[in-house]
T-cell receptor, first 116, second 113 residues
Framework: AQTVTQSQPEMSVQEAETVTLSCTYDTSESDYYLFWYKQPPSRQMILVIRQEAYKQQNATENRFSVNFQKAAKSFSLKISDSQLGDAAMYFC?????????????FGTGTRLQVTL | DAGVIQSPRHEVTEMGQEVTLRCKPISGHNSLFWYRQTMMRGLELLIYFNNNVPIDDSGMPEDRFSAKMPNASFSTLKIQPSEPRDSAVYFCAHGRAENTEAFFGQGTRLTVV
């Protein structure tokens, strides 16, 4: 079983600044993927970025990047040049393949506020 | 590609009534997940299917909950009888088999009064 810890229930960042959301997880799997999802007030779950655990290079997607530390089981999300539209709940989700499906386990989320 | 479609978007029902939530997944994806989201417990995986077959229902909270996937393009989650503590947002998500992201529907907000 996997456990996921997001230790920051709420974060705040000023527009155009950078913020980092933390996530740690516990897994006995060696091959897995990790995702960050964003949930705005519309409640739609939107994929932000993905990281393959076998890759050492950190994933980057425009203003979003991750710091993946496999040995430490840490997977933080950095948002650069924050925009008002980034305000949302952010969920860290490691996933592993069960042999039949990829099973995601979600953290409790971090609510990000973006201020002017 | 219309994405994962859930219906209804909102449901208000009285305690004791049967509730059926519906999901139309994306074609070409063979895994389907039902999640429940509450403030207290966050996102919980209730059950998932692979190729229309239920694989793991260990997250289903009680026998009052049941899920079916009669074909690749339709799934239901039923609660009978419903209770106020079942009030939550229920998500259906679809994915491919190997280590890929899940695509979520917009969820059904269920309120049991």
């Amino acid at each position: 079983a996997q456990t996921v810890t997001q230790s920051q229930p709420e974060m705040s960042v000023q527009e155009a600044e950078t913020v980092t959301l933390s996530c740690t997880y516990d897994t006995s799997e060696s091959d897995y993927y990790l995702f960050w999802y964003k949930q705005p007030p519309s409640r739609q779950m939107i994929l932000v970025i993905r990281q393959e655990a076998y890759k050492q290079q950190n994933a980057t997607e425009n203003r979003f990047s991750v710091n993946f530390q496999k040995a430490a089981k840490s997977f933080s999300l950095k948002i650069s040049d924050s925009q008002l539209g980034d305000a949302a709940m952010y969920f860290c989700a490691p996933t592993y393949y069960t042999g039949t499906a990829s099973k995601l386990t979600f953290g409790t989320g971090t609510r990000l506020q973006v201020t002017l | 590609d219309a994405g994962v479609i859930q219906s209804p978007r909102h449901e208000v029902t009285e305690m004791g009534q049967e509730v059926t939530l519906r999901c139309k997944p994306i074609s070409g994806h063979n895994s389907l997940f039902w999640y429940r989201q509450t403030m207290m417990r966050g996102l919980e995986l209730l059950i998932y299917f692979n190729n229309n077959v239920p694989i793991d229902d260990s997250g289903m909270p009680e026998d009052r909950f049941s899920a079916k996937m009669p074909n690749a393009s339709f799934s239901t989650l039923k609660i009978q009888p419903s209770e106020p503590r079942d009030s939550a947002v229920y998500f259906c998500a679809h994915g491919r088999a190997e280590n890929t992201e899940a695509f979520f529907g917009q969820g059904t907000r269920l309120t049991v009064v």
